[in-house]
């Protein structure tokens, strides 16, 4: 602290004078080397002598001035250092939120693909289940029609055989019942193919 300090804000007194008298006069020079306060006379005074001559003086107000500013910057320097701590803060605070809302978003994604896949699963299920029941029983109309078919050959060959070698007796005996096993055929037949028939739609 320096000597000029004590006389109390703008008001600062020559250091040299107020060693001297009870009230000393104003200063209005402040020497940067000395680090001391002049009134105008001292001022002179102290410009004169060889060995302060060369000795930077500059008016008392300026000194005050940077005095002043100084203390300002160093007082938005702290509050604005301050300030750090908040925006690291808010980053952490933002950064934690996002993290919360992107771990919702996540849960409810999964959610939803997994009762999606559910329903896959049982759509499938179901499908697989009638198509199995179904064609179990296409698979046994297939077998009837076969054996129709094998049966039809059978009856076909025997009215040939009855056309080309029978012998009255042997058609007057037989065709009644070659006539009544052919509609019996046709009956069945008829009966197969239309149970079949729901599945072609
Ligand atoms: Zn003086
Ligand atoms: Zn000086």
Redesign the pocket.
């Known amino acids: 602290m320096s000597a000029g300090e004590d006389a109390g804000e703008g008001g600062d007194v020559?250091d040299?004078?107020s060693g001297e008298a009870a009230s000393?006069?104003p200063a209005t020079k402040y020497c940067l080397k000395c680090d001391q306060f002049?009134?105008d006379?001292?001022?002179r005074c102290h410009s004169k002598i060889r060995a302060t001559a060369s000795h930077v003086v500059v008016p008392d107000e300026l000194q005050n001035q940077v005095k002043s500013d100084r203390e300002k910057i160093t007082e938005l320097l702290k509050k604005t250092g301050g300030f750090l701590p908040c925006i690291e803060k808010d980053k952490c605070d933002l950064v934690k939120r996002l993290a919360d809302v992107e771990r919702q978003i996540n849960t409810a994604a999964d959610k939803s693909i997994e009762a999606v896949e559910r329903d896959r699963a049982k759509l499938l299920s179901q499908v697989e289940s009638i198509k199995l029941k179904r064609v179990r029983q296409l698979e046994t109309v297939k077998q009837e029609v076969e054996q129709h078919l094998a049966s039809l050959d059978s009856l076909r060959q025997y009215a040939e055989t009855l056309l080309s070698s029978g012998t009255a007796g042997d058609m007057t005996r037989s065709a009644n019942s070659l006539h009544s096993r052919a509609e019996e055929l046709a009956t069945k037949v008829t009966s197969s193919v239309t149970c079949t028939t729901p599945f072609f739609h």
Do not use: H, L, R
């Open positions: 020559c040299v004078c000393a006069p002049y009134c006379q001292c001022s």
